[in-house]
C-alpha cells in the first residue's frame, strides 16, 4: 500500500491553530442483503483535532469506530459527512500491517521513499535513523514473508515514520513488540513531541496514561473526553 499522505508538507499551521482538524465526520454502513439489508452507523458526527506536538490516545469498545476514523482522517476511507484538514504530512500506521510479501525492508522504505517524494539521501538518512531506534538492521535485506510478527510490525511503524510526517496515526501501533520495543517505541513518540510532531495513538485499552496529553473515547458514535 502506497503512503497516502502529499508529496509535499503544507504551510505549517499559525499559532494556536491545529495540525489536524476533523468536524461532523459521519459514517454508516450497509449490512445484509436485499430485502432485509440495514443501515449500521458507527460515527455519529465525531469531532477531532490534534494540536502541535501533541500526544492522543483514542480508545473505545471493539465496533467502536475507531479504526473507521482512523481511515477517515488519513483519506482511506471516505466519511459520509464531514471534513478534515491538516497541515504538512500524514504517517499512518495500519493495524494490519500491508507490505509486498517479496520486497526487503529496504525496498519497501526506497519504495515508499519514492513516494513521499524525498531524495534518495534523505530516504537513507532516515531509514537509518528508524532501524537504529527500533532496532531491526539486521532484516534490512529480509523479505516481508520471512518476518516475524514483531519485526513487520516495526517495518509498518517504519513506514509512516519514513517522512518526518508533521502528524503520525498509529492503529494499535506496538501489537507484537516485546517490551523493549514497547519502550523504543514510546521514546520515539516523546522525541516528536518534543519536535513539535503530532500523535494520535488507537488501543483498545490504555496503559501508561501518564504518556498521553489527552485521550479521546469514541462512545455511541461521538468523541468524548475521557
Known sequence: ??????????????????VLDAVGIEKAYRRGVWPARRS???LRGVDLSLAPGEVVGLVGENGSGKSTLMKI?????????????????????PQEPVVYERLTCD?????????????EQAERRSRRA???SLGFERYAAVRADQLSGGTLSKLN???ALLADPEVLMLDEPYAGFDFDTYLR???????????????????????????????VQLRDGKAVPR
Open 73 to 93: 482522517l488519513v483519506g482511506a476511507l471516505r466519511a459520509d459527512a464531514g471534513t478534515v484538514s491538516y497541515h504538512g504530512r500524514l504517517g499512518y500506521c
Open 157 to 159: 511503524l517504519g513506514l
Open 130 to 132: 528508524i532501524y537504529e
Open 185 to 215: 517505541f514510546w521514546e520515539l513518540v516523546a522525541e516528536r513531541r518534543r519536535t513539535g510532531r503530532s500523535v494520535l495513538i488507537i488501543s483498545h485499552f490504555v496503559t501508561d496514561e501518564e504518556r498521553f496529553d489527552r485521550i
Open 1 to 18: 500500500m502506497l503512503p497516502t499522505a502529499p508529496a509535499s508538507p503544507a504551510p505549517p499551521p499559525t499559532l494556536g491553530q491545529p
Open 107 to 119: 525496498e519497501h522504505f526506497e519504495l515508499f521513499g519514492r513516494a513521499y517524494a524525498m531524495t
Open 40 to 42: 449500521l452507523t458507527v
